[in-house]
């Protein structure tokens, strides 16, 4: 038996070749060139051109990844996260949104979408996240910064740095730039 091919997508084609194995809604915006594996699932969110998209991700409504990253499998992408262009997921990063998450409200209700606010994260050009990392809400990480495999992000990271750990803390500067005009 072969091994399913993954999905190329773009705006023009994803209702022709949408699979029973990939839930990707109508209000998903691809640009061109994106892969996306089997066993995805995707609402309202918009993908840049050339993106790679592993298998079992979920990427929520008002998420933005932007041209050329890869988001390897097993990877959670929350509402209010942007990852701009040339970012790199590693497998099983989870990103959240909420400092304060509930299922009930203080009454003992079911919270609603009006009992919570959205906190955004943003991770900035040409960042690196490694496996199993968790990243908390409200926080920026900088150009070209990486962070170690199973850290737990709870603040800015800089430009150009490695963190690691739980919490995660700056280890040290990276010793190259790729980007012009970067220093």
């Not at 400092?99 to 900035?124: F, H, N, R």
Request: proline residues 4%.
């Amino acid at each position: 038996m072969n091994a399913p091919q993954p999905l190329h997508l773009s705006a023009e084609n994803v209702g022709a070749n949408a699979s029973a194995l990939r839930r990707i809604a109508a209000d998903v915006v691809l640009g061109n060139g994106v892969v996306i594996r089997d066993f995805v699932n995707l609402y309202g969110c918009r993908i840049g051109d050339e993106t790679r998209i592993g298998t079992f991700v979920e990427i929520q409504r008002g998420a933005v990844i932007g041209r050329r990253c890869k988001i390897s499998s097993h990877s959670f992408i929350c509402a209010g996260v942007q990852i701009e262009d040339g970012c790199f997921i590693g497998h099983n990063v989870t990103f959240i949104n909420d400092s304060y998450p509930s299922a009930v409200t203080e009454q003992g209700e079911l919270q609603q979408d009006s009992d919570w606010q959205c906190i955004p994260t943003l991770v900035k050009q040409g960042a690196s996240i490694g496996s199993g990392a968790t990243i908390l809400c409200g926080l920026s990480i900088g150009e070209r910064a990486i962070i170690g495999a199973g850290a737990v992000v709870t603040h800015d990271v800089p430009a150009h740095w490695i963190v690691a750990g739980n919490p995660a803390r700056p280890l040290r500067q990276r010793d190259e730039c790729l980007i012009p005009d970067c220093n």
